[in-house]
């Protein structure tokens, strides 16, 4: 068994059976960002075949990650009518969110206590290249590197249950948040890009209570103040 601070931030669900290179790791990184960025929008039809070929893996993985997805609420699975992107819920969305503020500003305070050195490289490295993505409005890259970030952040507070609530509220959440961040201006992004690097300079640095301070300022909570 993998220890949990060895994982890889796509396997958090589950152990070694979702080490990063297995395809249905990858088919299910791919899928959710897709689905996140609206390249799979809500009520779309999921098709495994049709996926498999799009992604260049396997129907294996692609229906694994499926099921996966399906138990974090990202796609629905009808027996008879297939499997379909669930919508997004706007109250369920903003519910999501709330329950975010009060849980990961605790799991920067615990990975400040907990990240290994190679955690915080993850950390660190996040959003490396960020700001020159943010100037060409490669969304899909930003989102990429924040679902990272946030990932790292969860998987270095060492503490499972939390992780997977972390990850899963987040994912739901930045559907919500990627339509909202392409009609903001640039000078916007580009202050979350910094937020987020003070955030883990915190962690970096051990500082918990600055850590937790530093995620509610990336949350946008009025509470940082």
Same mark, same amino acid.
């Given at each position: 068994? /993998?220890?949990?601070?060895?994982?890889?931030?796509?396997?958090?669900?589950?152990?070694?059976?979702?080490?990063?290179? *297995?395809?249905?790791?990858?088919?299910?990184?791919?899928?959710?960002?897709?689905?996140?960025?609206?390249?799979? @929008? @809500? #009520?779309?039809?999921?098709?495994? *075949?049709?996926?498999? $070929?799009?992604?260049? *893996?396997?129907?294996?993985? /692609?229906?694994?990650?499926?099921?996966?997805?399906?138990?974090?609420?990202?796609? *629905?699975?009808? @027996?008879?009518?297939?499997?379909?992107?669930?919508?997004?819920? /706007?109250?369920?969305?903003?519910? =999501?969110?709330?329950?975010?503020?009060?849980?990961? @500003?605790?799991?920067?305070?615990? =990975? !400040?206590?907990?990240?290994?050195?190679?955690?915080?490289?993850?950390?660190?490295?996040?959003?490396?290249? !960020?700001? =020159?993505?943010?100037?060409?409005?490669?969304?899909? =890259?930003?989102?990429?590197?924040?679902? $990272?970030?946030?990932?790292?952040?969860?998987?270095? #507070?060492?503490?499972?249950?939390?992780?997977?609530?972390?990850?899963?509220?987040?994912?739901?959440? !930045?559907? +919500?948040? +990627?339509? #909202?961040?392409?009609?903001?201006?640039?000078?916007?992004?580009?202050?979350?890009?910094?937020?987020?690097?003070?955030?883990? $300079?915190?962690?970096? $640095?051990?500082?918990?209570? &600055? &850590?937790?301070?530093?995620?509610?300022? /990336?949350?946008? #909570?009025?509470?940082?103040?």
């Amino acid at each position: 068994m /993998v220890p949990f601070h060895q994982q890889g931030f796509s396997d958090v669900r589950h152990t070694e059976d979702w080490a990063p290179d *297995l395809q249905k790791s990858k088919a299910y990184e791919q899928i959710l960002l897709d689905i996140i960025l609206g390249v799979l @929008p @809500p #009520s779309a039809r999921l098709d495994e *075949l049709g996926l498999a $070929k799009q992604y260049n *893996l396997g129907v294996a993985g /692609v229906r694994d990650a499926l099921a996966r997805l399906s138990l974090e609420g990202m796609v *629905l699975r009808r @027996p008879r009518s297939g499997t379909i992107v669930a919508s997004i819920d /706007v109250q369920e969305v903003q519910q =999501a969110y709330e329950v975010r503020c009060l849980l990961e @500003p605790q799991a920067a305070l615990l =990975a !400040a206590q907990h990240a290994t050195r190679a955690e915080i490289d993850e950390i660190l490295t996040a959003f490396d290249g !960020a700001e =020159a993505a943010a100037k060409r409005r490669d969304f899909r =890259a930003i989102i990429a590197m924040d679902q $990272k970030f946030h990932r790292a952040v969860a998987i270095a #507070s060492h503490n499972l249950s939390l992780a997977r609530i972390v990850i899963n509220l987040h994912n739901k959440a !930045a559907r +919500y948040w +990627y339509y #909202s961040m392409t009609t903001r201006p640039d000078e916007d992004r580009l202050e979350d890009i910094s937020n987020h690097r003070i955030a883990a $300079k915190a962690i970096a $640095k051990g500082d918990g209570p &600055a &850590a937790m301070k530093a995620m509610l300022v /990336v949350m946008g #909570s009025k509470t940082a103040d």
